[in-house]
């Protein structure tokens, strides 16, 4: 196992994780001045008290991908476990962890603290992710991300997650939808919305095999959770669950639409065990 230390810079540390697949982040505070990139069949664990600090303007956590990487064929295989992601209130909008074209990925025990106006979690294009036990708090709503979720799954879109030299017809932006993932035993606190997505693709496709459960939420500005273009839904927790006839629409290449399109949600199946409002 590759052990990673403070003093290491960002760019020595992206270098390991390119090079060894058996990682350990030594307790300590590190100072991102880039994202940190991540490579399959990876796994990665942060002794406690292990801190990492927005030193830039971008993500601070991402998978490998390019232009030409398109459905769930990007990495694949990764765990991550532990770790204290502080986003620094006084950086630009950005997602904090962005994971695009993804496979066999799980993160669990990791908390993440003061989002700028986008995601502190983003699922993009994803298959077989499995988010547990994490927490998303003081997520601002900087630049009019007033919608957006702590956690939000997301179709391949320009839009939605911008890709280094990607132009708006690159292959990545195929529009593929999530499917199987599981956000299980999470605490979403002081953020704009908790977990979802607020937008559909023009095309007529679907966000598949969705588990939210066990998770809690609180000072959530608007909803708990909010379903736009799901199917196969599956919720036992959230006072707040937005389930949506319709939304605002995104084409794979960012190009604009000026309207809301139908996309009623498919088999949603809500258990909740707390008070419930559902809105339609």
Known sequence: MKEITPNMSTKEINAALKKYR???????????????????????QCEKEVVFDRMHEGRMLELYVT??????????????????FFANTNSAAANVISLFHGKKIKFSDVRIWGCQGYHSIELNACKSVHILSCSCEHQTAKDGGEYREAIQIDFANKDGLAVKGAKSNAPCYDGTHCCDIA??????????????????????????GIKITGCTFSSIIGNDIQLFGM????????TKILVGRKAKAHRNDGGKVDLEIPRTNKNVVITTWAPCVIVE
């Open 183 to 208: 956000i299980i035993g999470c605490e979403i606190k002081d953020c704009p919305n908790g977990i979802g997505t607020h937008t559909v693709s023009v095309d007529d496709m679907y966000h598949k």
């Open 67 to 84: 232009p030409d990487t398109t459905k769930y064929k990007g990495v694949h295989d990764v765990e991550w476990s532990g770790g204290s």
């Open 231 to 238: 199917k196969d839904v599956d919720i036992n927790c959230g």
């Open 22 to 44: 058996k990682i350990q982040f030594k307790k300590g505070t590190y100072r991102l001045v880039a994202p940190l990139v991540l490579y399959s069949n990876t796994t990665v």
